[in-house]
C-alpha cells in the first residue's frame, strides 16, 4: 500500500480511516463492521465511534428531530472526536442514512477535514420510509426480517443473521431507544437541505445491485450532485455491500482512498 500523506497519517504510518456506522433499529459501531474492520485495518487506523442515538450514544440525544437535524449532529460529533484525537485530516467511509448522511453533512460544514470520502446505499438521500421500521412490531422475528432485507440472500448469512437478531433487539430495546430511533423519521421540516453542488471532496458512493432498502437511481442521483463523485454498483450485493462481498468491499474503498 502507497504511502500515507502527511495530513491524514496516523502516528504508526497508516492514514486515518472514519467509519460511520448505518441507522438500523439497534445498530452499533462494533456489529455494523465486524466483517470488515479487521480487514480495513490492515492498511489504515480504523476509528468507527457509536454515532448519536445508537449504542452507547442513546442518553443525550433528545430534542433532536427529523434526518437533516441528526445529520448535521452526527457530523458535530464526528468533528469534536477528531479534535479530541488531535486528527486535523482524515478519510471516511459513511455507511446509508445515518453514517452516509452524518458524512455528507461533515464535508458540507467542514471540507477541511476531510480527504476522500466512501458513501454507501444512498447516504440517507432517498425519500423516507413510509413507516418508522421494526418499533411497530418490537420481537424477534420483526428484527430478523428487517435485517435480511439488507443483504441480497439471506440464506447465505443465516446464522450471523440469527446472531445479530439478538443483539440488536436487545439494544433496540434499551431506554430511550425507540424515542431516539422515530425522531430520525420525523417529517419535520428542520434546517435547510444540504447543497451538494457545493462539497467538492472526492466521493466513492458504492451501491449494492440488489439493494432491497434503497434502490441504485438514489446513488445514481446523489453522484450527479456532487462536483466530485463517482459510482460503483457492485453486483450480486445488497444493502450490506460489506457483509456480502466483504473482500471487494475493502479492495475498493482501500483502491479509492489511497489513489
Given at each position: 500500500m502507497p504511502a500515507a500523506s502527511d495530513d491524514v497519517a496516523a502516528t504508526d504510518g497508516r492514514p486515518v480511516l472514519l467509519l460511520l456506522h448505518g441507522g438500523g433499529p439497534g445498530v452499533d459501531a462494533e456489529s455494523n463492521w465486524a466483517s470488515v474492520r479487521s480487514r480495513l485495518s490492515a492498511g489504515f487506523r480504523c476509528l468507527a465511534p457509536d454515532l448519536l442515538g445508537f449504542g452507547t450514544q442513546i442518553a443525550g440525544s433528545a430534542?433532536?428531530?427529523?434526518?437533516?437535524?441528526w445529520a448535521r449532529a452526527r457530523a458535530r460529533q464526528v468533528l469534536d472526536l477528531l479534535d479530541r484525537e488531535g486528527l486535523e485530516r482524515v478519510h471516511l467511509v459513511g455507511n446509508s442514512a445515518a453514517?452516509?448522511?452524518?458524512?455528507l453533512a461533515l464535508l458540507s460544514m467542514a471540507p477541511d477535514?476531510?480527504?476522500?470520502a466512501v458513501v454507501m446505499g444512498g447516504a440517507g438521500t432517498g425519500p423516507l420510509p413510509p413507516a418508522v421500521p421494526f418499533y411497530d412490531d418490537p420481537t424477534r422475528e420483526s428484527m430478523r426480517a428487517t435485517l435480511g432485507r439488507l443483504v441480497a440472500d439471506g440464506g447465505v448469512h443465516g446464522d450471523l443473521l440469527d446472531e445479530l437478531a439478538e443483539l440488536r433487539l436487545r439494544q433496540a430495546l434499551r431506554p430511550g431507544a425507540e424515542q431516539a430511533?422515530?425522531?430520525?423519521?420525523?417529517?419535520?421540516?428542520?434546517?435547510?437541505?444540504?447543497?451538494?453542488?457545493?462539497?467538492?471532496t472526492p466521493v466513492l458512493a458504492l451501491h449494492g445491485e440488489c439493494d432491497r432498502v434503497s434502490p441504485v437511481e438514489v446513488s445514481e442521483r446523489l453522484v450527479d450532485s456532487l462536483p466530485d463523485a463517482r459510482l460503483k454498483v457492485v453486483a450480486g450485493t445488497g444493502h450490506w455491500i460489506h457483509v456480502d462481498r466483504p473482500d471487494e468491499f475493502c479492495s475498493l474503498v482501500g483502491e479509492f482512498l489511497i489513489s
Open positions: 430534542g433532536i428531530e427529523g434526518p437533516r437535524a453514517g452516509g448522511a452524518a458524512a477535514r476531510i480527504e476522500r430511533f422515530r425522531s430520525m423519521f420525523a417529517d419535520v421540516d428542520g434546517p435547510p437541505p444540504i447543497d451538494l453542488t457545493r462539497i467538492t
